[in-house]
């Protein structure tokens, strides 16, 4: 990513004039206000703004008349057991506001997060940049042999470079159609409703997207899982560790009891009882099907 | 209402500590941090924080790197185009969080709003105050005579005097009993859940609201209206109060384009048309019915 | 719960007129269709219409031209899977109508669930019926000693005959007091909108509500639990054996993978491996906190 | 759009099967089931399911025992009343169950009506097909020299030609080098998570999609609307027709009280006040923008 002199101005431009405000502010959050993190080759997440901090979940939680906190080891308390016990409302008391800009193809599942708000760029209105997703070479991974629905290991040799080759090629001559198709310069030109429809889904694009802390910690427990794909997943990374700056106790509890936890099933359950209690189970005793046992193997073995 | 003493003084500490922060501050809300607003005879709306202002409402829009916003008037055009023109997304991006004290059958009717975050105090775990909602002598309406769900005027007289016995004894014995019945004192007690069952629904209850500025002022169009009850109305009346303040040409547009506009249908379409040009048109060669007609003669005339 | 003669009437009517149609039927729910099933002294919830059937999950998670199931043992192992893994949406394919009557202070927890479709009747425009939940004895409960949201063992005795009395008196008065007001009998009456003010929170209100199969199961994962109010988990429990017959598959996968099911923290993970390979861990080794520890022990222990 | 041979017995079989149900059905509704409505050159529309009918929007709305309908002119007459004075809880009794095939440029339009229920066919998981939206001559438009955000008139002659050829060949290429690149024939085969963002936005997904009445008259308001891209005008007329069938008098309110309504400003109802009362009105003196004035004359003039 490389933003233009222009735009440097704009931020450094927006981060010379601090205000006074009667609002709860947020330290660790302050610092990285309109910064744009770096995502993929051309893409980033900057925050735009906030609202909220840790001692404000617990200010809802307890409906207060004032600050509403207590010693900071009794609010991060009351925040560990909030996440445990699945209170959502008082993680909804805090929001965030994000520009970011991404791949189509990564915008099109980051958007059926439904619970957010969103403004796009839209390119009905206005003309796109010459900006597309090329992965770097350990990226161009090859179909997963288990996992219909995921990647193995990076392609190798000639067949990693043609897929660059064609990727590069084919983004460049879409793009290069889409000027021309939209160009009047000598002719009336193409809509750019219509123009955009051959621009392929790794050419970037830009939102606004705001979202209150607990749907945002929902879309990172699936997106910064290991599951989610490489290029959602290094978003979801980036925002973690805006969100651990924002939100320390609440992120911890997060990591705890979210990213870090594992849920088992009732069979899993009584298996592990089992188990704990020196009894000897395979999955033809377990009760499980082939893939919940190995699933269950994973979670117990370190 | 009053507060007590130490909630003035949470109230005062809160407000004497401003902040540093690089985030857009809207000055004619900050004035409004913390204060409550009386409402009714004991509720009130207190503003917690806010996210947001005109010109973030624009930045959205534009997708943009800076600020996003050109000259003053430029952008009060651009959000005077968007609320027209019902686009919702950009008003999304303003966000505001709100403390509230209100009847519980207010509550109920706000709650119907479901595009917002509530955190309520809790009567399973908490013990209600006494407090209660008892109309002021003005507001003691009859039913009305031609709209099912509406009132008419003050009663009067010894009918009045009447109701307010009732509600005030009521309410007492009611909170009375409630005491009686969760007291330890020489008694086990019983549970808080079971019973705030016999609290009626005067009595006051609290919540923290946070909203962003599109569901407010949906909120705000319906429940500042003429039609709605008297009891909500006057909370949606201070909030306007409130957003007149935080985005002053949003409000301003909301005034224009909604709380002063009307919906004309097909047929009222039509039948403005043919006035216009000067043709005399009632209700028999309208093709409203009697109600639809009633309605139109009530938009257009002044 | 006793329904009028007209009213049950009116579903043997309903009940008696089969009509032919194309979409899938759920032969388990048919036989509920507008049957009341009681629930506490006066409430009850009936099944008004439904969409989808155990095969719909699957033909929508599969985007099939045609019914898009295969064999049952097949769809059950996706439905399994899916349930596992979270995905949400293929459940929100169906979708259940509900007419349920409770009694307000249940009504104002369970609203509290947004993601669904209320219509509520309407005290502003109506006469609420004299109807109150009175608790049977072994449901009149202290506070709970260990729990500041929960409730103890049944009050006995004296105790709990003063709080019988208390209930059904209190009750009498308001009907009685809210009859008086909004009577129109040598008076303007009071407008209903304020007379139900008076009214406790033990009044039975009801409700058309219409909600996805994914969002009714996280209502009944927090309903039906152990943790909920009595008043709530009894309609949540009617509500399970609904679902049990609708979308039989779906439910057995809902009770392993969600209400049997434990979620474990980083540190109990850690723990329990620890644990398998024979190690004795307490809860100072733990990394937890004495109450984490003792959840954690509850999930271990058979 | 032509339905494989094997689709088409899938939909044979599908409609072959009546069954009996006691649920309300709607005649007009059940005549689309399963058949796809052409859309554009290969996409459809195909209505999977439904629930409700005109007589379930009354019946919710008067939170009836049975039926819940009076006499069919007593019920379009509450219809047109709710509709009229923006009740929409009734409206979200009623659902809808679609399946539907179009470009992904109409998909992220499509997409972010948010309250809907949504299931893409996955191509993380699976193969795209290779089908393209190309657009029919009379649709090749021009960029509208008056509106940014709109197209003109039919490009003509060799544009109109040049334009066609690049959609074609970019299409064609984009796809054979997909297929290049998830090939297994001699290589290892890119991850097709990968490879789809070669794929251009005028390719076709599907998705089934499941929305309540009241959310999808909101889509085919804006969507339906002279002003929305073409491309997705298409899918909302075809809608439109269905939903004419499934429930006809809220269809009718729908086109008086939404599509063939506007919506007057408080600074047009003035003029229009002042108008009727002979007084001749223009731009200066009708406190306008000379935006707002001409809106305002397109709404007044036949």
Redesign the interface.
């Known amino acids: 990513m490389s933003?233009t002199p222009?735009?440097n101005a704009?931020?450094d431009?927006?981060?010379s004039?601090?205000?006074?405000?009667?609002?709860?502010?947020s330290e660790g959050m302050?610092k990285h206000?309109?910064h744009a993190i770096p995502v993929l080759d051309h893409g980033f997440v900057r925050v735009?703004?906030?609202?909220?901090d840790d001692a404000?979940i617990c200010?809802?939680?307890r409906?207060s008349?004032?600050?509403g906190t207590k010693s900071v080891q009794n609010d991060e308390?009351l925040i560990?057991?909030l996440m445990?016990h699945?209170h959502s409302?008082?993680f909804?008391?805090c929001?965030i506001?994000l520009?970011v800009k991404l791949?189509?193809?990564v915008a099109?599942q980051w958007?059926?997060h439904?619970?957010a708000?969103?403004?796009?760029?839209?390119a009905?209105?206005?003309i796109l940049d010459r900006e597309f997703?090329i992965?770097a070479p350990e990226?161009?991974?090859?179909?997963?042999a288990v996992n219909?629905?995921?990647?193995?290991g990076a392609?190798e040799g000639e067949?990693a470079a043609?897929?660059l080759e064609?990727?590069k090629a084919?983004s460049a001559?879409?793009y290069d159609?889409y000027q021309?198709?939209?160009s009047?310069d000598g002719?009336?030109?193409?809509?750019?409703?219509?123009a955009?429809?051959?621009?392929?889904?790794?050419i970037y694009t830009?939102?606004?997207w705001?979202v209150?802390l607990h749907n945002l910690l929902h879309f990172l427990r699936?997106r910064a899982d290991a599951h989610a794909?490489y290029e959602i997943r290094v978003y979801a990374d980036a925002i973690c560790n805006v969100v651990a700056d924002w939100v320390p106790a609440a992120y911890r509890a997060f990591?705890?009891?979210r990213?870090?936890?594992?849920?088992?099933?009732?069979?899993?359950?009584d298996c592990?009882?089992r188990?704990?209690?020196g009894e000897t189970v395979d999955q033809d005793t377990s009760g499980m099907?082939a893939?919940?046992w190995r699933?269950f193997k994973e979670?117990?073995?370190?």
Do not use: C
């Open positions: 933003l222009e735009q704009e931020i431009e927006l981060r004039n601090p205000s006074e405000t009667l609002r709860v502010v302050e206000l309109y735009i703004d906030y609202m909220g404000a200010q809802a939680a409906v008349y004032g600050k308390g560990r057991y445990r699945w409302t008082p909804e008391m929001e506001k520009h791949p189509v193809f099109r958007i059926r439904r619970t708000n969103v403004n796009e760029y839209s009905r209105y206005s997703y992965p990226n161009i991974a090859a179909q997963s219909n629905q995921g990647r193995g392609l067949e043609r897929v064609i990727l084919d001559r879409s159609n021309a198709m939209i009047q002719q009336e030109g193409l809509a750019r409703e219509l955009r429809m051959n621009l392929p889904a790794n830009q939102w606004y705001k209150d699936l794909q990591e705890d009891y990213m870090g936890a594992v849920t088992m099933s009732a069979q899993m359950v592990l009882r188990m704990i209690k099907s893939r919940e699933e979670m117990i073995d370190s």
